[in-house]
């Protein structure tokens, strides 16, 4: 094919697109556009609710982990995850052989003590004995000064080495009740009444002792009273100020549909923290009892604080009002107020009080069973408006640029 050839059928091409699109653009300019008659609505009575929202994890009262002063191979565990456990029930065995040998030594320990103590104190019962006897001795000119000074010296050692072996004894006797308490603590007992939320040991494993390891020692439990529950939400600082100590809310959790349960907030952070550049406060949330019985620990809930609720008000949908300046007066100011649309599409002027979730409270101006206009709006007509307008822009382009 050849250059001439290539040149018609591309000019032949783009004639076409031209035609085309002028065609369509004139066609979508011609076309009345259809508007959407307005929704007739009836003034009707119902509740306004105005409240702080937000989501949080449930919680329970405290989380208690069990671990041992003792370190060695579980011998058996008692109780399983879920159980229900009273205080003081026994909940895991260690073998004592390790501990037991550590009583001993401690003992042996505390027994040296005691003798290195008696020692001390023996010779210092001596010495002074002697410096009694010199001393007498020394006012009837039988012994010399110098030996009376030397004894007396060796008093003061000796009732020094006393005071030392008597510190020894007692840091040797803690020693001895420490080990014992390890030996005891081989029958791990329940500190608190609850729920085994977790259990981390199996028999035959070894543990380390919570006092003597770096790391804190083995977690073998844990224990968690879940008869009240509490849920921590994060507020955002525009709705915190609205809190207060003692108001109700409404939980729900995606868990269990349909079901709602009430709480209390019981404790607002008094300092906020910073998350993703938004200032947030930490509330907490008790559920009550009934709550309690159902929901879970990390559980997923949502809270509702109501922060006021008018009852049996009359409402309409947002969008039925329309805002417009009303005249003061001579020499006032114009006044900025509501009207609404009548189902003869006549205004309405109305007095609007509390707008939540595109309902408004209307305080005066319609009465009960009124019928209004709700404007609708077509989202797909504003674009097909915005696609012509394009198409034509586009075009006149086109138009300009096969003119140049």
């Known amino acids: 094919m050849n250059e001439k050839k290539k040149r018609i059928l ?55 982990e069990i671990k041992s002063k003792a370190s060695g191979e579980v011998e058996s565990v ?18 004592p052989i390790l501990e037991k040998r550590r009583v001993n030594q401690a003992l042996s320990e505390v027994r040296m003590a005691r003798a290195r103590s008696a020692a001390a104190w023996s010779k210092r019962k001596y010495t002074a004995a002697q410096l009694a006897r010199d001393r007498k001795l020394l006012k009837k000119g039988l012994v010399s000064g110098d030996a009376v000074a030397t004894l007396a010296k060796e008093v003061a050692v000796h009732t020094g080495e006393g005071m030392v072996a008597n ?11 420490e080990a014992q308490d390890r030996l005891t603590e081989t029958q791990i007992i329940a500190p608190v009444a609850g729920t085994v939320l977790d259990r981390e040991v199996q028999p035959g494993q070894m543990v380390a002792s919570g006092t003597n390891s770096v790391s804190g020692g083995t977690t073998l439990l844990r224990i968690a009273n879940l008869k009240q529950l509490f849920i921590r939400v994060k507020v955002d600082e525009a709705d915190v100020a609205k809190l207060r100590r003692k108001q109700t809310a409404t939980i729900t959790a995606d868990a269990l549909p349909g079901k709602s349960f009430t709480g209390t907030v019981l404790r607002i952070a008094p300092r906020g923290t910073v998350e ?45 009002l329309r805002r417009v300046s009303r005249s003061g007066g001579a020499g006032k100011r114009r006044r900025r107020g509501y009207v609404v649309k ?17 309902q408004a409270e209307i305080t005066s101006g319609l009465s009960e069973g009124a019928r209004i206009q709700v404007s ?26 096969m003119r140049r």
């Open 376 to 401: 609708v709006r077509r989202a797909s007509a504003t674009r097909r408006r915005r696609g012509k307008a394009t198409s034509g822009r586009n075009m006149r382009r086109i138009m300009g640029g």
């Open 10 to 64: 591309i000019g032949t091409g783009v004639a076409a697109l031209v035609v085309g699109g002028a065609l369509y653009w004139w066609k979508g300019r011609s076309t009345p556009s259809k508007t959407t008659p307005p929704r007739i609505v009836t003034v009707a009575r119902g509740n306004l609710r105005v409240a702080v929202s937000a989501t949080g994890v449930v919680e329970p009262e405290y989380v208690v």
């Open 167 to 177: 510190a020894q004894l007692s840091k040797a006797t803690e020693a001895l009740k």
């Open 78 to 95: 008692f109780v399983q995850e879920g159980e229900v456990v009273p205080k003081g029930k026994k909940l895991v065995k260690i073998n």
């Open 276 to 320: 993703s550049n938004v200032t947030v406060f930490e509330v907490v949330v008790a559920v009550d009892k009934q709550g309690s019985t159902v929901l879970k620990p990390q559980m997923s809930a949502n809270v509702d604080v109501v922060i006021e609720e008018r009852l049996n008000v009359l409402l309409v949908p947002q969008r039925a």
């Open 342 to 358: 009548n189902a003869k599409g006549e205004d309405q002027p109305v007095r609007v009080g509390r707008i939540v979730g595109g």
